[in-house]
T-cell receptor, first 111, second 115 residues
Framework: DAKTTQPPSMDCAEGRAANLPCNHS???????VYWYRQIHSQGPQYIIH???NNETNEMASLIITEDRKSSTLILPHATLRDTAVYYC????????????FGSGTRLLVRP | DTGVSQDPRHKITKRGQNVTFRCDPI?????LYWYRQTLGQGPEFLTY????????KSRLLSDRFSAERPKGSFSTLEIQRTEQGDSAMYLC?????????????FGPGTRLTVL
């Protein structure tokens, strides 16, 4: 079972920041938080990951609370092409590194 | 294009028929994963390979399913005696054993429809 909880849907205006929350209250100390997204009719795409510290890359920023029980993915200037389902995943800490997806958040970016 | 490719992209078959899907991973990746995704749900892990060895199979992978990666390069997923419940998107992903976050790169998927 997925170890994360996300809102089923969100929307934001084009050009504004999109803040996608995720709860992972049972996360273990050595488990990473990953974010992937899936644009319609495509395979999932890696966005970002983190352990404890906040992370930023060319796509997004990841803010992880100090207790690590929740996180927020931030798309600083959302575009119409960011419309997708966003998955927050706590990576299973075994040798497989398999990903356990939940149902994700469907983000709609409005023009 | 150097990404993960899957073939075919779409497959329609009749119940009871066998189907086979192919996945070509990114060439230097030693890990290959298969996932299944039904409508409105996130992908579900099925199995993975490290090189040619199949190291884990999900309980979702019934005995009608078999996967191979004969030379540690491309992989095939075969479903025998298909059932309507097998209708789904079958996704393949590849990665390094280590490296940047063990990031998995996904292919576009094969959409299976069983009539």
């Amino acid at each position: 079972d997925a170890k994360t909880t996300q809102p089923p849907s969100m929307d934001c205006a084009e050009g504004r920041a999109a803040n996608l929350p995720c709860n992972h209250s049972t996360i273990s100390g050595n488990e990473y938080v990953y974010w992937y997204r899936q644009i319609h009719s495509q395979g999932p795409q890696y966005i970002i990951h983190g352990l404890k510290n906040n992370e930023t890359n060319e796509m997004a920023s990841l803010i992880i609370t100090e207790d690590r029980k929740s996180s927020t993915l931030i798309l600083p200037h959302a575009t119409l092409r960011d419309t997708a389902v966003y998955y927050c995943i706590v990576r299973v800490e075994d040798s497989s590194y398999k990903l356990i997806f939940g149902s994700g958040t469907r983000l709609l970016v409005r023009p | 294009d150097t990404g993960v490719s899957q073939d075919p992209r779409h497959k329609i078959t009749k119940r009871g028929q066998n189907v086979t899907f192919r996945c070509d991973p990114i060439s230097e990746h030693n890990r290959l994963y298969w996932y299944r995704q039904t409508l409105g749900q996130g992908p579900e892990f099925l199995t993975y390979f490290q090189n040619e060895a199949q190291l884990e199979k999900s309980r979702l992978l019934s005995d009608r399913f078999s996967a191979e990666r004969p030379k540690g390069s491309f992989s095939t997923l075969e479903i025998q005696r298909t059932e309507q419940g097998d209708s789904a998107m079958y996704l393949c992903a590849s990665s390094f054993t280590s490296g940047r976050a063990n990031e998995q790169f996904f292919g576009p998927g094969t959409r299976l429809t069983v009539l």
